[in-house]
């Protein structure tokens, strides 16, 4: 172990920095959002079934809701453009901005070089969930998705139902594209209901028991065209287990709603990111 110097505990005191500070950022109009979904009716639902995933479409302007309808079950959740899939969630930027975890306010970022809101929750049923003892909290921006490789390096499985799968797979159906050139297009998710945080002694990261309960949805503003797909994790409430059949798993609900003429007066769809793109030449 390394020696420990005099000022350890000098070095250690040292304030954080917030690396990105918001307040310059574009705010949603929270309230011209709940508006509009106040008239909106509903036009199109995807039933996600148990350890699959399902594609759906948002056109610019409507809202989505993802809820849980039989039991605890987490959702692991992928964005794009609609017409431009290589414009897709970048949910390490929306860490960097946002933080660990996403609520009511907060947006999902593109990738570069468009860098621009694709969706903005609007509700969110557990927002009461705030932060339990051990620092967990839901709907993380931190898990990448459970995946048959890490599953092969670790236990040596070949198990296919695991998120990474299940969203090639619902990528390939929607595109007509081959698995390996769907796969491409997947991406680190959005961890809908599931409860995460890192350990304060090792730093890992750790799951436990989701707190949803049938009833209990998040639901977003879709600022582009968007492409979803959303798979009902194996792991069910991820209580114990992810990638594996053992654990109780259910279903999970996809709605659309299109808000009445005119009830988004003044909203246009975010412009692509304004650097130029020269990068110093």
Known sequence: MSKIPEDAAERRAIAPVICYPVETLPAPDLGLYRAARAGARKVAEWRVPPREASDFSVPAG?????????????????????????????????????GTHLTEGHRLWSSF???????????DSLAWYGVDAFGGRVHDVIGTRCDPYTGNLLSGTQYHHCCHSNLTRAVADARGMTLEDAETHVHDVLNVFMCTGFTRDTGQYFM?????????????????DLLGALSACPG?????????????????????????????QGWVPP????YDRSHGR
């Open 62 to 98: 409507q809202f989505f809701r993802i809820s849980s309808i039989e039991g605890p079950q987490v959702g692991d959740l992928n964005l794009w453009n609609a017409d431009d899939m290589t414009e897709r969630f970048y949910s390490g930027k929306t860490r960097a901005l946002h």
């Open 113 to 123: 070089p468009a860098l621009r809101p694709m969706a903005t929750v609007v509700t």
């Open 208 to 224: 436990k028991a989701s707190p949803v309960r049938p009833g209990d949805h998040l639901e977003f503003f879709a600022e582009i």
């Open 236 to 264: 069910g409430d991820c209580g114990d287990k992810h990638s594996s059949d053992a654990a109780a798993c259910h279903p999970l609900l996809v709605e659309v709603f299109a808000p009445e003429d005119g009830a988004l």
């Open 271 to 274: 412009a692509r990111n304004g």
